[in-house]
């Protein structure tokens, strides 16, 4: 198991732009899936973006081209770039983490070659952050 702790969330207006970071307290040995979520009022968490350990990366169709995943292994740090704000990404971001040791996640990421953008794969989480777009 292992912490994780967002920050960067905030209010602004429609176009605007926001960094997500999530910082983890160790490394995930074995290899990670590490990823965004998105939770509104009444909703479960919404994948956003995902990556691997290897910097592959998958989004949802509602962000592509607009968000960008990244992270910095050397500080534990996952980001969140979101570019062209609107009100639908409203909502809680939750930074979520899987180790890659062996087991179904491995399986499936090894035939897939992508970490998934269903939470329920995901069992390390932080606190959320809030991120409100609107005029």
């Known amino acids: 198991q292992v912490q994780l702790m967002e920050s960067g969330g905030g209010a602004v207006q429609p176009g605007g732009s926001l960094r997500l970071s999530c910082v983890s307290s160790?490394?995930?040995?074995?290899?990670?899936?590490m990823g965004w979520f998105r939770q509104v009022p009444g909703k479960g968490r919404v994948g956003i973006a995902v990556?691997?350990?290897?910097?592959?990366?998958t989004y949802a169709d509602s962000v592509e081209d607009r968000f960008t995943v990244s992270q910095d292994n050397s500080k534990n740090t996952l980001y969140l770039q979101m570019n062209n704000l609107g009100p639908d990404d409203t909502g809680v971001y939750y930074c979520?983490?899987?180790?890659?040791?062996?087991?179904?996640?491995?399986?499936?990421?090894?035939?897939?070659?992508?970490?998934?953008?269903?939470?329920?794969?995901?069992?390390?989480w932080g606190q959320g952050t809030q991120v409100s777009v609107s005029d």
């Open positions: 979520g983490a899987a180790s890659l040791a062996p087991g179904r996640l491995r399986s499936m990421v090894d035939l897939s070659k992508r970490c998934p953008l269903v939470s329920r794969w995901y069992d390390n």
């Open positions: 160790k490394r995930i040995e074995g290899g990670h899936c």
């Open positions: 990556i691997d350990d290897d910097d592959w990366s």
